[in-house]
């Protein structure tokens, strides 16, 4: 079935569009913007003219590639900035340790480790202890395990790595030295990303010790405004810390969205209620951020979040490819446009892209075409030249990458169904449940699946309101 997918929003908080095209039919607020399905024979019976005429606000697609000079700008201040012009207060004569990476940086592209060693630090009598550093490393050079701990060669100050087999809590032995947390890093937007669990595990530490965490908020580079995808599967979800006896999940904590439309201070003020945390938690919000704003209009300079996330394209496709990581396919790790591509030698790649381009998918264009993943961390087809399926993002406003991995999985199986291998757990903990992985293997339409999502999602929004710190 060839479908259509219109964005709607209303302009004032009061109005309210109830939009009969599908399955569903949703009271859209000021913010939350749902998906609407009308099928190939819906188009041919209702005219364009009054679509536009119920639709009003819809985004409507031309065959451009991702315009976006009409998109919303502003020169956004990220949290450091703030921090340190007009909320010096809360580390004001105080020892630190630092939570960060290479994406800890001001609108300038100066580091936070310089900034809070920095003139106007010092005059606050700041005293910077010790660096902590997430998967990747410090600075996000690492795509490996088992990353040790070092010592900054700049500052001399020490690293304590938070990253080894998993990603685990600062040392309680460590916090006690300090007075309060600073947590600086670059979400991604999607639930998978694992920045989101080391900052819930830091939340604990700083709880258990009795110090203050602090977490400078930053833009979600794929916007605050849509949400949309599978939500976790409770099942699957563990947001606990790691022991022992259990590992964690820090890609895989809370039942929520695919991607999830808020900044990473949203998310802590939710996580610190929501699982009882009731850490000492200060979020220093941004200036200037607004929910639709994408991160190239924010005046931000990008900073790759991982080794794996190249560009703002990457990210925006990101949420609808991390699921086949756990497959047999590459996700093109090891090439300039990792999460922009999928491939492998058994693909029938120009099948495929076949088949979605018949489905009519709004915001983006398949390309069949043949890469080669160079040393991929992934392991995955290392150095030979494989089949593979490009992404190309028409329009990112009107296009969800949740129903761009719903399909490709479903077209990929549907052509190639005893070479794609999945592992199963894998690739559910980051879709979100078995039974979508589950329906589209068995040929269900997968815009029909995906659609059987979204009321979650609403729900979601509707219940996390209260943490939104943005319009």
Not at 88 to 115: A, F, P, W
Not at 442 to 467: H, N
Request: glycine share 8%.
């Amino acid at each position: 079935m060839a479908c259509c997918w219109f964005a709607a929003s209303c302009s004032h908080p009061s109005t309210q569009a109830n939009l009969k095209c599908g399955a569903y039919d949703y009271a859209i607020g000021s913010e939350f913007v749902n998906y609407t399905e009308i099928n190939a024979m819906a188009r041919q019976i209702i005219p364009f003219l009054a679509l536009t005429s119920v639709l009003g606000a819809c985004t409507v697609t031309s065959g451009r590639l991702d315009p976006t000079y009409e998109l919303a700008s502003e020169h956004v201040r990220p949290g450091i900035t703030i921090l340190l012009r007009d909320s010096m207060e809360l580390i004001r004569g105080k020892n630190i340790g630092l939570l960060t990476n290479q994406t800890g940086v001001n609108e300038r592209r100066e580091s936070d480790i310089d900034l809070l060693r920095g003139a106007a630090a010092k005059k606050a009598n700041v005293n910077l202890t010790v660096l902590f550093s997430p998967e990747h490393g410090i600075r996000g050079t690492e795509d490996r395990e088992n990353i040790s701990n070092a010592v900054d060669e700049k500052t001399g100050l020490p690293i304590i790595s938070l990253y080894g087999k998993e990603t685990t809590a600062p040392p309680d032995s460590e916090m006690r030295k300090i007075d309060a947390l600073v947590f600086d890093l670059q979400d991604i937007g999607t639930r998978t990303w694992t920045y989101v669990g080391a900052m819930i595990y830091s939340m604990r530490a700083a709880a258990r010790t009795g110090k203050t965490i602090i977490v400078l908020d930053r833009p979600n580079p794929i916007t605050g405004y849509y949400v949309e995808g599978p939500v976790l599967d409770s099942a699957l979800a563990n947001p606990e810390d790691p022991t022992p006896a259990r590992p964690g999940q820090a890609y895989a904590l809370y039942p929520v969205p695919l991607r999830h439309g808020m900044t990473i201070g949203e998310m802590a003020l939710m996580f610190n209620e929501v699982l009882n945390i009731k850490a000492n938690l200060k979020v220093v919000a941004m200036r200037g951020w607004r929910r639709e704003l994408w991160f190239d209009r924010t005046g931000l300079p990008w900073v790759r979040p991982s080794p794996n996330m190249p560009s703002l394209q990457s990210a925006m496709l990101y949420p609808g490819l991390v699921a086949f990581e756990g497959s047999n396919l590459s996700v093109g790790r090891g090439t300039p446009t990792a999460f922009q591509i999928v491939g492998a030698p058994w693909l029938k790649s120009e099948e495929v892209v076949k088949i979605l381009k018949e489905r009519e998918m709004r915001g983006v264009r398949f390309l069949a075409e043949k890469f080669t993943p160079r040393n991929p961390t992934d392991g995955k087809f290392a150095n030979q030249e494989i089949n593979g399926i490009r992404i190309l993002i028409t329009n990112r406003s009107s296009m969800q990458p949740s129903r761009v991995g719903a399909a490709l999985l479903w077209a990929i199986n549907k052509t190639s169904p005893n070479d794609l291998k999945l592992n199963d757990r894998a690739f559910d903990l980051r879709f979100g449940a078995p039974r979508i992985r589950e329906a589209l293997l068995r040929g269900e339409d997968p815009d029909a699946v995906i659609d059987r999502e979204y009321r979650e999602a609403y729900e979601f929004r509707e219940k996390t309101r209260r943490y939104l710190l943005y319009q």
